[in-house]
């Protein structure tokens, strides 16, 4: 829905007047007469006239000067067949382009970019991860506070039967062509694949009686919980840095319906992750990828 537009000056005849009148006494104490038929009143009245007719016209946009401001944003009017389109449709035509974001400032504008960007290659992206800080390594020595803005993307591709799907170097490539031609002055920005911490589930389960749980299935539910790409609490891929819980793995196993109850879960990693007494610490920037998943299943 258009914004309504504004009124640059709403003052009418009678209130113009009204301001001409009492502006007399201060400027002219001799002058005592007010009456409509005073000369000087009817050229006071003139001028309200005169200025309400001038405020009528300042809050006119002529057509010369809509096509100028659509110029500017980069929308001309299409021509067919030697006529140009007319005025209202190509206004409309500028506004649906603006609905979307044109520059890359907020997360959720890098995100939306970026999606696009790997669409147009074919390679629909599955998640964004976006980061600003400070790249000090590009500031003088002397002025760590000058470091210009870094913008870092972590993108991860929409490859469901990959185990650690990463972007390609042609899709950083066209990622970044793209989004340095949207960005802020002075910001850089850098797109790479996610890192993978190796977490290693032990797993022994108890079936319940008649159920037939096979080994596969409990394997099946631990990656599909710490999946990048559908994992997670909420199915939307296992979040960034998010540690991984033995009291959330315990949960998610103990749900299924042929388990009776969970035996015994270890977790084991390497660098970056750690052990800690809770689970598996992960990195700010990283996703996990569940290697080796090894399960028992006793009646």
């Given at each position: 829905m258009p914004l309504p537009l504004p009124s640059l000056d709403d003052r009418t005849f009678d209130q113009l007047l009204a301001e001409g009148r009492a502006l007399i006494p201060r400027y002219s104490a001799a002058w005592t007469n007010h009456n409509p038929s005073d000369p000087g009143i009817t050229l006071v009245e003139l001028f309200a006239y005169v200025t309400e007719a001038a405020l009528y016209q300042l809050d006119q946009v002529p057509a010369a000067s809509v096509e100028q401001f659509l110029r500017l944003l980069g929308a001309t009017r299409e021509r067919t067949g030697g006529e140009a389109e007319p005025l209202e449709q190509a206004l409309a035509r500028a506004l649906a382009a603006l609905v979307g974001p044109t520059r890359a400032v907020t997360a959720a504008d890098f995100d939306i970019l970026a999606r696009a960007a790997a669409a147009r290659m074919g390679t629909p992206l599955a998640r964004t991860a976006f980061?600003?800080?400070?790249?000090?390594?590009?500031?003088?020595?002397?002025?760590?506070?000058?470091?210009?803005?870094?913008?870092?993307?972590?993108?991860?591709?929409?490859?469901?039967?990959?185990?650690?799907?990463?972007?390609?170097?042609?899709?950083?490539?066209?990622?970044?062509?793209?989004?340095?031609?949207?960005?802020?002055?002075?910001?850089?920005?850098?797109?790479?694949?996610?890192?993978?911490?190796?977490?290693?589930?032990?797993?022994?389960?108890?079936?319940?009686?008649?159920?037939?749980?096979?080994?596969?299935?409990?394997?099946?539910?631990?990656?599909?919980?710490?999946?990048?790409?559908?994992?997670?609490?909420?199915?939307?891929?296992?979040?960034?840095?998010?540690?991984?819980?033995?009291?959330?793995?315990?949960?998610?196993?103990?749900?299924?319906?042929?388990?009776?109850?969970?035996?015994?879960?270890?977790?084991?990693?390497?660098?970056?992750?750690?052990?800690?007494?809770?689970?598996?610490?992960?990195?700010?920037?990283?996703?996990?990828?569940?290697?080796?998943?090894?399960?028992?299943?006793?009646?």
């Open positions: 980061t600003l800080h400070r790249d000090v390594a590009c500031a003088p020595p002397d002025h760590p506070e000058q470091a210009p803005s870094a913008a870092l993307i972590i993108v991860v591709p929409d490859e469901p039967d990959t185990p650690r799907p990463v972007p390609s170097a042609a899709l950083i490539r066209a990622l970044l062509g793209a989004l340095r031609e949207r960005c802020p002055l002075a910001t850089r920005v850098q797109v790479v694949g996610p890192e993978y911490v190796r977490v290693g589930v032990d797993v022994a389960v108890v079936r319940r009686t008649g159920s037939g749980l096979q080994p596969a299935v409990v394997e099946q539910a631990v990656r599909a919980f710490l999946d990048p790409l559908r994992g997670g609490t909420e199915g939307a891929g296992w979040p960034f840095g998010r540690p991984v819980y033995y009291s959330e793995l315990f949960q998610r196993l103990e749900s299924l319906a042929p388990v009776d109850h969970v035996e015994r879960l270890a977790l084991e990693t390497s660098p970056p992750g750690a052990s800690t007494s809770e689970g598996i610490a992960i990195p700010p920037w990283a996703l996990v990828a569940a290697d080796p998943v090894t399960v028992q299943v006793a009646d």
